[in-house]
């Protein structure tokens, strides 16, 4: 029988339906992925197994590491045929791992986020340092890692504090927004949802709070 994630995957699924990056077509009992930006290409390298999502995901097109695979840095160039839900929602979980158990517990009410602030104060080690950064410094980081053309395709769900505040200043409404397409396709498609800041956010909170650059 199909768990709580795999009925809310299918309650989401049409003929023809997005995640991030990546366009979903339904073909019987089977399900074809690939790149959004390939679906009119023909000759694509093609995939059977849904293990092979995490070879798909490990580089972009330039063969870099991608250390957040929900970063608008996919790799184009192939087809990934499953055979049922069961195996869909196994390569949907290598490439976006964790984001359907997120968009089931999100449809349930069930989501707990955590604020940005509430994150940084519990830190130990050397990222205790995180805490001290500055109400602009947030505004900066967060508004340049999460920035969905070039930093991160989820919506945030969070806040920046326990008053709700909005995560950055630097960010449009719509990186808030669970319909908005963060590819600017503008179709409707699977959320990827994020409920608290993720360790690379964290990590650049660190050196922005320290004052160290990338430079």
Same mark, same amino acid.
């Given at each position: 029988?199909?768990?709580?994630?795999?009925? +809310? @995957?299918?309650?989401?699924?049409? $003929?023809?339906? #997005?995640?991030?990056? &990546?366009?979903?077509?339904?073909?019987? !009992?089977?399900? +074809? @992925?690939?790149?959004?930006?390939? $679906?009119?290409? #023909?000759?694509?390298? &093609?995939?059977?197994?849904?293990?092979? !999502?995490?070879?798909?995901?490990?580089?972009?097109?330039?063969?870099?590491?991608?250390?957040?695979?929900?970063?608008?840095?996919?790799?184009?160039?192939?087809?990934?045929?499953?055979?049922?839900?069961?195996?869909?929602?196994?390569?949907?979980?290598?490439?976006?791992?964790?984001?359907?158990?997120?968009?089931?517990?999100?449809?349930?009410?069930?989501?707990?986020?955590?604020?940005?602030?509430?994150?940084?104060?519990?830190?130990?080690?050397?990222?205790?340092?995180?805490?001290?950064?500055?109400?602009?410094?947030?505004?900066?980081?967060?508004?340049?890692?999460?920035?969905?053309?070039?930093?991160?395709?989820?919506?945030?769900?969070?806040?920046?504090?326990?008053?709700?505040?909005?995560?950055?200043?630097?960010?449009?409404?719509?990186?808030?927004?669970?319909?908005?397409?963060?590819?600017?396709?503008?179709?409707?498609?699977?959320?990827?949802?994020?409920?608290?800041?993720?360790?690379?956010?964290?990590?650049?909170?660190?050196?922005?709070?320290?004052?160290?650059?990338?430079?």
């Amino acid at each position: 029988m199909p768990d709580a994630i795999e009925k +809310t @995957l299918a309650a989401v699924l049409s $003929e023809r339906i #997005a995640i991030g990056e &990546i366009l979903i077509r339904r073909g019987g !009992a089977g399900f +074809t @992925l690939c790149h959004r930006d390939d $679906e009119a290409t #023909a000759k694509l390298k &093609i995939f059977r197994q849904p293990e092979d !999502a995490i070879h798909i995901a490990r580089f972009d097109d330039r063969g870099n590491y991608r250390p957040l695979k929900t970063a608008p840095n996919l790799l184009h160039g192939w087809r990934l045929q499953v055979v049922d839900l069961s195996q869909l929602r196994r390569a949907l979980d290598y490439f976006y791992p964790g984001r359907l158990a997120a968009l089931a517990a999100w449809t349930e009410s069930e989501l707990g986020t955590t604020s940005l602030r509430e994150t940084l104060g519990r830190q130990s080690g050397m990222y205790r340092v995180a805490a001290r950064i500055s109400e602009d410094q947030i505004d900066d980081v967060v508004g340049t890692s999460c920035r969905s053309g070039s930093g991160c395709l989820r919506t945030i769900l969070w806040k920046r504090d326990e008053r709700g505040a909005v995560p950055s200043r630097r960010l449009p409404p719509e990186k808030f927004d669970p319909a908005h397409d963060q590819t600017g396709r503008n179709e409707r498609p699977i959320p990827l949802l994020c409920q608290e800041i993720c360790s690379i956010v964290l990590n650049e909170c660190r050196k922005a709070a320290k004052g160290e650059t990338d430079e």
